[in-house]
């Protein structure tokens, strides 16, 4: 299938009509021919047809990437740094077509996969070049005849299984600190968005050797299970639901390697009283910083799902921020106007909907929105809803659970003890916001708060040198960072005797 990206005269970018696996540095159709749909949730229509693999083809994989590991981990940080800098450069050379591929294929705004996703994409392949050039082990003197050596030493395969929410940017994430710290790797994608990644091997095949990176596609409970379980592997890098995690967890146990889990969220933003201290920038600032909550229609693990509004500024807040999110542009997701595109799945659209029947049986008030999104035209069966906002309280399975989409849940707090305690009052500890313009209280509230990233007076920036990751059900681990290379190498100690 061609579309049109209307950003660009004449641009004209090409979905396949099916794609195979990655393997060994081969374009790999499954062992037993099996092939699912691959829908876009822009038009509601197949556009695809998928590998549906199962553990054969995961056991190929494994074995390419045992194979290529022999000689990829004896390269050099240098080596291996140059050729994440060639791959940082031909994403960004293709930038537009990986956007716009993974708008049709997300749901999600082509202004967010142009300005932010594709960019982050670039700058992470580009930090860990950076980063494992300049790692260093470690010489302790133990005697006058004896010293310790510390090397850092890839784990050897690893498997790494991501969700469909930021495809190309999850892949990123895992990809660029294991090649860089010289493992070998197979990803499987979410079933959901399985293709831009095989668009982005295509473009930078020439530029690893065969089997270093191996991409096999398939559902959760076949190839996904398959990885995860599978023996060859030396770790599992996971991001996806908190339940899924917890048996990824399990199944890790078995071969005893180590797991990161990146899992879900149900992020508080705090607005103190002073926020409305004058209308100004930092007001505007905070506003913004709240209206996230619909970025990438809410399907991101981080988006400010419960704001907690200081009860004194409480209804002269959310006017404003209600007239702003009135102002979100819903619709086509090719439109560099839209902000909220499509949710990226019909189950994703089943699950909101049944959100907005809960919140309205708990008794939560509806600020604004509250209701799918119709549209005609040929859009007509793509998933749409307006952003929307509760009015509540925090023991409502609205605050509690993670909707993951444009849902905001709002109360109403006196003090910051009591925020601190809402605010910790979850299974969840992975994002969290501060809007204060007092940098004591903004200090005692980020430390206070049980999550790994908390950002202060500004939300939702992802720099690579940045630790990103969940405190309590949200996960263990961190990805970004340096520390991340750690993540994804071994301690090797030669204790010799001169
Ligand atoms: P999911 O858990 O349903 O699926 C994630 C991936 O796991 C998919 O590739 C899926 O095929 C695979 N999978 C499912 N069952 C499996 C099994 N039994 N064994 C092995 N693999 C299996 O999650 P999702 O719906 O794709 O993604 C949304 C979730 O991801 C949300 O909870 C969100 O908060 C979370 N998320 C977290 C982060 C983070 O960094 N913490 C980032 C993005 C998304």
Redesign the pocket.
């Known amino acids: 299938m061609v579309f049109e990206f209307p950003n660009k005269d004449g641009a004209k970018y090409r979905i396949k009509n099916q794609y195979e696996n990655y393997i060994g540095g081969e374009w790999t159709p499954p062992l037993d021919s099996e092939y699912f749909d691959n829908e876009s949730p822009v038009i509601g229509e197949v556009v695809s047809k998928v590998p549906r693999s199962k553990e054969a083809d995961v056991d190929k994989a494994v074995e390419a990437a045992k194979e290529a590991q022999k000689s990829w981990g004896l390269t050099s940080p240098t080596e291996r740094s140059n050729i994440l800098l060639k791959i940082a450069d031909r994403v960004e050379e293709h930038l537009e077509e990986l956007a716009v591929l993974e708008t049709f294929e997300n749901g999600k705004a082509v202004r967010e996969t142009l300005n932010a996703d594709l960019p982050l994409v670039v700058d992470h392949f580009r930090y860990f070049a950076g980063v494992i050039r300049a790692q260093e082990g470690g010489i302790s003197q133990i005697d006058n005849d004896t010293v310790a050596y510390h090397y850092h030493e890839p784990l050897g395969v690893v498997g790494q299984?991501?969700?469909?929410?930021?495809p190309l940017l999850?892949a990123t994430w895992k990809i660029a600190p294991a090649l860089a710290a010289g493992n070998s790797i197979v990803l499987?994608?979410?079933?959901?968005t399985p293709t831009t990644i095989l668009h982005l091997v295509e473009l930078i095949e020439d530029l690893l050797p065969k089997g270093v990176l191996n991409i096999v596609n398939g559902?959760?409970?076949e190839a996904?299970?398959a990885?995860?379980t599978h023996s060859g592997i030396n770790k599992i890098a996971?991001?996806?639901?908190?339940?899924?995690?917890r048996?990824?967890m399990q199944?890790a146990s078995q071969n005893i390697i180590p797991v990161t889990l990146?899992?879900?969220?149900k992020s508080p933003n705090i607005f103190a009283k002073d926020v409305m201290d004058e209308d100004d920038e930092y007001l505007d600032k905070a506003i913004e910083g709240l209206v996230m909550f619909a970025l990438n229609q809410g399907e991101?693990?981080t988006c400010p799902s419960r704001a907690l509004v200081h009860e004194d500024i409480f209804d002269d807040f959310m006017e404003r921020v209600i007239k702003r999110v009135e102002q979100i542009k819903v619709g086509n997701p090719l439109d560099p106007n839209t902000m909220m595109g499509a949710q990226t799945s019909n189950e994703q659209k089943e699950k909101i909907a049944s959100y907005l029947d809960i919140g309205r049986k708990e008794g939560a008030e509806i600020l604004t929105g509250g209701n799918i999104k119709e549209i005609e035209g040929e859009l007509s069966n793509g998933y749409y809803f307006e952003p929307t906002i509760f009015k509540g309280n925090n023991k409502m399975r609205i605050f509690q659970e993670?909707i993951?989409g444009p849902v905001l849940a709002v109360a109403t707090y006196k003090d910051d003890d009591e925020a601190i305690e809402i605010a910790n009052d979850t299974l969840y500890g992975?994002g969290a916001g501060v809007w204060t313009r007092s940098q004591n209280r903004a200090y005692r509230l980020g430390r206070a708060i049980q999550a790994g990233r908390v950002w202060v007076n500004t939300y939702h920036d992802y720099p690579a040198h940045a630790a990103?990751?969940?405190y309590k059900m949200?996960?263990i681990g961190r990805?970004n960072h340096k520390m991340m290379l750690e993540h994804y190498q071994q301690t090797k100690n030669l204790l010799v005797s001169y």
């Open positions: 299984i991501i969700p469909w929410n930021f999850m499987k994608p979410a079933e959901q559902f959760g409970s996904g299970q990885l995860a996971f991001t996806g639901e908190t339940t899924t995690g048996i990824i199944n990146e899992l879900g969220g991101v693990c993670e993951f992975l990103f990751g969940g949200s996960g990805e």
